[in-house]
């Protein structure tokens, strides 16, 4: 028979049927499409990664090449004496010095003999060749010229002065240069040739060797060492994620370099070192990957995807093959997390433009035939040479002469110097600018200068357009924010075209073709441009007539901004390449100020939130870590604006300003980590719930108990009012005795040892309990249970009652180190909690026990832990000081250091101020009445003559009005009184003149006893 049921019944179960389905359908989808987006960007990244890792190959070995084909053309190459050879170094000494990752340059000659410099980059490289401390390049030798060969082992300092010389003949007669692989293959071609990786024989590190023959010298041979452990520094810059991982293999599965690795060998001979294969270098995931794809089977071109599963990860795994270097075919290995791979953030790259200027100084042959006349400003323009190789770009010296070539080229030599200068002045400005909104009219106004001109524009690209950032009217002054809203917004084009030309017979803005082509373009401003940039509604003002675009492209060739230049002149092409080299470090440098601009504000964002979420986490803190920032600024304004006093010449920068701002938003960043019933504990008896209620349900047993012993009494023959009587005199006492517990148990009166003692009587009080108590408890509660006492049921217990259950042990992780490196000094209670109802009752005042209290004074202690972890720079590194010393006095007796006048800095005692001035007078704290202002004042200027606060601060918290300002803004009008602020000023004044007294005293009792 088929079951029957009301239509809400099959309504409701379509609807959960068509929900389940949908939901499954689209988390199914949701589900491949984020896989296979996970995907496509794992190998667009890649991709990327292998493009760069190239060009890090190439970056080792180009430098390195042009050293060599300069070498070949050297002397040194012929002469056969270690004397002559030395007289080279400085030239050897120059081309190390700008092959980075060259390790040494070696002459190897058709006679046997060699000649070996090496750079020692640091103390271990000194080390490793046993060089003295000062010692930064080592030269070995051997010359074969008699019968017996000769080795010498040079150290020489940054001068090329020689330290210390050694003999060792043991390597003249093991090594032979001729033997060696890079001096065969080089006598064997004409070109550059590169070695497989092999073991170097002088400091046993895995490298590449190039070598050449030298055009000077039949037979001699040029080497360059370059070592492999470069390679690993490049992979550790490519990485994705933190967890990712980037390797460098060949097709046999063999590790060339790692991200955190070097290179090891693990055997072989000098030729071919054994390389450490995927599967024993030991990181699972590669070791993973070796067990489950061939090498082999990745492409010449495109990628290789694979997923890894670990036990406890997913990895993305993508290999690419990367050109051939020498001999060994390489294939770049990146795994990352698939968790990692979406969530991380695109870094906002290398932010750093090699700008490479190579001047070559051509030899300028006087001839004697000419006349001093001629000679004398060849002369000096040899000196303006000299100056701009020694980038000493300062005034040009004038010059004339009779040759019209030697006016042309010092007029282009001067020219050429300001240019440079110019180029160099205005990196210099907007790279040195850290400020983003000041950058902006700075960069225009050095642009404008640079080229001469009049007036000009600068664009922002924001949300698909362009937007006017800034602007500069022709008579030199910035146009205000107001008129600034008349110029148009600019929409991007479509696409970049460098052969765009407008339509014929259509006028197009001088700007969007620029754009259009990606490249500065000049001409007349024609009334289209007026038009098109709102530049005909700013007024009156003239604008000059002849314009330059700048379109301002990043590395990437994203359109990043634009500038309009506006001159007088019309613009002469040295102008228009001028702004076209200056364009690209323009728009570099507003990319980066940009995106450290947006990363301070999400940083900002993220203190505010972790600081709102602990006000929201209790209501019993409000607001508070809102307004103590507000109170710090406020005081801390004070202080710099004071001129006379201790605090005359406190001034904060922007950094020490940014400083204390972050230090006042996470100065209670510690109590996230505290428990809220703690924090909110407004009873004795309350943990999570008040167990008050319990201790009424064991009166409510003994007033039954009372009424059934009455009722017993009277139905074993007793009088009934003798049993009546005695029953509301039992009722009574019960009443008055839970009463007084109740009332103890609020915690607002202070416990008197008369109360203490009646307490101890009310628990002699019994009753019976008739069933299990460890019945219905998690494991965590009966662990605390006694576990060998079983009690026969029923058991008579006390009312109130302290109970080993009721001890918490401290676990170990929440114990105080034994080598704190903190510096804390705080009193640990042994128990984590004690929650024995006496204990909890007896408290003399508040609702807290030692352990309770002890757990929210901890929050200081986490405070300055959870900050100490973070990688704040340089110029924050103060924020954990300041924040975490807010509970400290000036007298050393507060917390969690016991922290003295002397260690406090300024800031950390406003934060300090404003700490207490803020939950003294707030409203919205549940459980007190908020104080009034002329109360807060009265326990601040109780605290300052105690020592607690600094009283030199707190009479400019009073003189300067900060009290009064912060109390209109944040405090309800009901509490704001009259305070006696000269009466405060007298009595803190009189304090500080007895602390000198007793400053001055002590010197002379020290210097009378000296």
Known sequence: MRANAPLHVHVSTLFMVLILLVGSLLGFVGYRMADRLISSVSEDLAQRISRETSAELRLLTEPAHTALQLLQFDPLAGLTQFEQRMTRLPLIKATLDHTPASASIFFGYPTGDYFFVRRLRDAQDREQFQAPADAHYMVRSIERQGSTPRGRQLYLNARLQVLSALSVPDYARSYDARNRSWYRQALRSSEVHVTDPYLFYTDRQVGITLSRQSRHASGTVIGLDIQLRTLGAGLARQKLTPSSQLALVNAQGEVFAHENTFIVPRGGTNEHPALTPLSRFGIPVLTELSQHIQLGQVPATGSLQQVIELSDERWQVTLNTLPVLGKTQ???????????????????????????????????????????????????????????????????????????????????VGEMKRTIRQFLEISSAISGEKHFDRLLPRLLDETVTAVNAAAGVLYLREDGGLKPACARGADGHAIDAAALRHLHRLTLPSHKDPSAAPPPGQDVPLLGLALSQGRVLSGPLQPVDMLTLGLSELGEQPWPPHAMAVPLLNRQRELVGAMLILSDTPSEADRVSFLGALSGTAAVALEAQALISEQKVLFDALIQLIANAIDTKSAYTGGHCARVPELTRMLAEAACAAKDGPYASFRLNDEGWETLRM???????????????????????????????????????????????????????GDEATCRHNLAKTLAELDEDFAFVARCNLGSEAMVPEDQQRLLEVAQRTWQRTLDNRLGLSQLELQRHPQDVALPLPVTESVLADKPEHRLERPAHDQMPKDDRWGFRMAEPKLLYNQGELYNLRVGYGTLTEEERFKINQHIVQTEVMLRQLPFPPYLSNVPEIAAGHHEKLNGTGYPKGLHQEQLRPETRMLAIADIFEALTASDRPYKKAKQLSEAIEILNRMSQRGHIDPALFALFLSSGVYKAYAERFMEPSQIDEVPVTRYLASIEQVRTDQRADVAAARTLASSST
């Open 330 to 412: 390489l294939i770049l290995i990146n795994a990352v997390p698939r968790h990692e791979l979406l969530a991380a953030v695109y870094d906002e790259g290398r932010a750093a433009i090699m700008a490479a200027l190579l001047i070559v100084l051509g030899g300028i042959l006087l001839a004697w035939r000419f006349a001093r006349g001629i000679a004398r400003p060849l002369s000096v323009l040899v000196k303006e040479a000299e100056s701009i190789r020694h980038f000493d770009f300062g005034q040009t010296v004038p010059l004339k002469s009779y040759v019209l070539e030697v006016n042309t080229l010092a007029r282009t």
């Open 663 to 717: 230090a006042a938003w996470l100065h209670d960043c510690g109590k996230i980590t505290t428990p809220e019933y703690v924090v909110d504990k407004a009873t004795k008896l309350e943990t999570l719930y008040n167990r008050i209620h319990e201790v009424r349900t064991r009166f409510e047993v003994l007033k039954r108990d009372a009424e059934i012993h009455c009722l017993q009494g009277i139905v074993n023959g």
